[in-house]
């Protein structure tokens, strides 16, 4: 197993010559071309975990660890939507970070801000160029009101018609408080509770009926918990990769890797059903087998 830590030192290394980033972004160009012949997960989750340990790690002010991760994740989202995603949830903010400093909750909420400003406001700005729809999920009764409206000045900026992509922030979130916010939906719309199934609670969570599944839940930093994201929607055919990386340093060569296990496994499934008609992921127990028909035929109809 190649150790993907010492490549991406490698590139890392070879930045600081002249030019190299034309070299670089060729290579680029061309790993993304060989992972889009292959499936791609039309629904991504990333849990952003780091920023403070890389601060801490480099001794920098907690704010620009902040900021550090805000590059990461452009570098993310550039990767992802050109290899075939449609969809990207990020964990921005838990609700339980209310309780963090004020200092901290100020900055993350305005860097998130600025943030996202940056990234859809102007005629040139990514979103814009490519086509990302933002949505903020989560309780907005949570955020102040000057950043809540900024907020929605974005979403309603990015959000024209015939978009490809969406980006998902969840700010201030947590999965129960979703789950919640489904159920009262729900009861609100006196829905009977016979009506009540798995496609109501869905329809009625923040991120909407549009979104689609989610098939692959990424953690950076090294923890191996969901920390109350996306709970519900992490269901049997979801993949969750932890690494431990750091948000910051989670950089292109550690993502390709995982979008390349992802599309191999998938593809794999997907061969296993079509050979062995078996469902993917699911290990088949021979008694609970129905009686084979009564006869077959090669050709079927
Ligand atoms: C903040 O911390 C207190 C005490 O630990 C806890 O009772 C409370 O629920 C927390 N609030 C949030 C929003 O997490
Ligand atoms: C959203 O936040 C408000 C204010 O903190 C709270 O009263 C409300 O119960 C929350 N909504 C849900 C669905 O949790
Ligand atoms: C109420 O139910 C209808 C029909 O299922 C649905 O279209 C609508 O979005 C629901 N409204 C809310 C607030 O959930």
């Known amino acids: 197993m190649i150790d993907l830590t010492v490549l991406q030192k490698i590139a890392d290394a070879l930045h600081f010559i002249p030019f190299s980033w034309i070299l670089f ?34 001794a920098l002010p907690l704010k620009d660890g902040h900021a550090a991760g805000a590059l990461s994740l452009i ?19 838990l609700i339980e970070n209310f309780n963090r400093s004020k200092e901290e909750v100020d900055t993350l909420m305005t860097l998130l801000r600025d943030k996202l400003k940056y990234l859809s406001l102007y005629d040139d700005s990514y979103a814009r160029q490519n086509q990302v729809k933002v949505r903020i999920i989560g309780n907005r009764s ?27 922030v969840c700010f201030p979130y947590t999965s ?18 016979a009506n009540i199934d798995v496609a109501e609670l869905y329809r009625n ?11 692959l839940l990424v953690r950076t930093s090294g923890h191996t918990r969901l920390s ?11 993949k969750i990769e932890f690494v431990s990386t750091l948000w910051p340093d989670f950089k292109f060569i550690a993502l390709y890797s995982i979008l390349l296990k992802w ?4 593809k794999k499934d997907i061969m296993n059903h079509r050979v062995n008609n078996t469902p993917p992921d699911k290990v088949v127990d021979i008694t609970s087998l129905p009686a084979p028909p009564p006869f077959a035929t090669v050709t079927g109809n």
Request: proline residues 4%.
């Open 263 to 266: 599309s191999y496994y998938h």
């Open 75 to 93: 570098s993310v989202l550039e990767t992802c939507y050109r290899v075939g995603v449609s969809d990207i949830t990020v964990y921005a903010f």
């Open 228 to 238: 109350d994201f996306m709970l519900w929607q992490c269901t049997h055919n979801c």
């Open 142 to 168: 949570m955020i102040p009101e000057d950043i809540l409206e900024d907020l929605e000045q974005v979403e309603q900026i990015t959000n024209v018609e015939l978009l490809l992509r969406t980006l998902n």
């Open 205 to 215: 969570m923040y991120m909407g009926p549009e979104s689609p599944q989610l098939d």
């Open 176 to 193: 129960r408080d979703d789950i919640v916010h489904s159920i009262q939906g729900v009861c609100e719309n006196g829905t009977s509770k």
């Open 25 to 58: 972004d060729f290579l680029k160009d061309i790993l993304i071309a060989i992972l889009t012949t292959g499936p791609a997960p039309k629904h991504v989750g990333f849990i952003m975990d780091g920023n403070r340990r890389f601060a801490k790690k480099k």
